[in-house]
């Protein structure tokens, strides 16, 4: 059980007040909010040991070296990582999709298949097209029902030998669908392909094992746990890295540079040129902590609580529909009134204090399957309540009794 009215003094920001009205922040799946107990991280690093790392031989450095690689250990031990080198710091799951994507660019040729999910947010679409058109591969789409859940048997028919690689996420941001992952990484290796798992929806609520998994690649957002924006991570399996060629060029990520020639660093180093995100690294690496002391089942059980609160309260109310009725869902909800537009309800809803997300949510192929230009997106975390679901609810009536 969790004491959320206690978790909630964890978080300055859910004092404040939006057009004189209490804060209710419903965009979880857009950024999280982040604990006292992160911002004090932060702090700490510039006020006390802010300097470059794995370069200088100054106590500030080796300090702030050591407290980055801690972060590194805390994410392996926490998505269960083989090697600690097996986790890459990244500026998000963006950047490491892109990585992953950049570096297939010569193990690809014409023929070669990609297959995507009908699910996937643009940043899980964008870069394998763009793969494709580097490389003559091409893609294929495993397509949704009505529900908003993956048809695998469809999956089953697009596999084959020239199956290169597999892109799905855990979790849909735009309906909350929890894909059923470990069936779909079986079959991709049943045909030889690799596997990425999109896993930016799925880390603040669900602890993925990657070994157990057996995933090829994860990747995730610092953000969407509790942590700051421009940090996140991507898992490879240690041959993959191994295989892959470095995403960009610069410092850090050499063995030896030469007019002539360079030679690359061992992971993770390779993948990591340039001066990173550090207070962001060390900051993940307390978000981390911060999730594990609340717990994932305790926030699963009651997310999950929430969300059906919220789908019974929100089916009461005449036009309105719910976009994503998938068997196993986290604690998003997608939905639109009649003929409204998404857009009008969220503004009139701002001017109440409540902050929810509004149009097509980076997976426009999803909005065109319903035949809608977006929705109104309410995503709840395990610092929301039920008091504020019954506040957003009469909210939402009168905006729609405002806009009728
Ligand atoms: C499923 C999914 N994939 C990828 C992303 C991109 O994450 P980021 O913008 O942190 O790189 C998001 C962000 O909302 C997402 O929900």
Redo the contacts with the bound molecule.
Sequence with gaps: MLNVSEIRKDFPILNRKVNGKPLIYFDN??TSQTPQQVIDVIVDYYSNYNANIHRGVHSLSQEATDAYEQARLKIQKHFNAKHPYEVIFTS????GINLVANGFSSLLKKGDEIIVSALE?H??IVPWQMLCERTGASLKVIPMNESGELILSKYDTLLNENTKLVFV?HI??ALGTINPIETIIEKAHKVGAAILV?G??SCPHIKPDVQKLDVDFYVC?A??LCGPTGV?MLYGKEDWLKKLPPYQGGGEMIAEVTFEKTTYADLPHKFEAGTPNISGGIAFGAAIDYMNSIGFDNIAAYEHELLDYATQQLQQIEGLKIYGTAKEKTSVISFNVGTIHPYDVGTILDKMGIAVRTGHH?AQPIMDFYKIPGTIRASFMFYNTKEEIDTFVAALKKAIMMLS
Excluded: P, V
Excluded at 92 to 95: A, E, L, N, R, S
């Design positions: 799946a857009a998000g799951t963006t950047h947010h940043s899980n996420n849909s941001n999109d930016a929806q957002s953000h969407k996140g980076c």
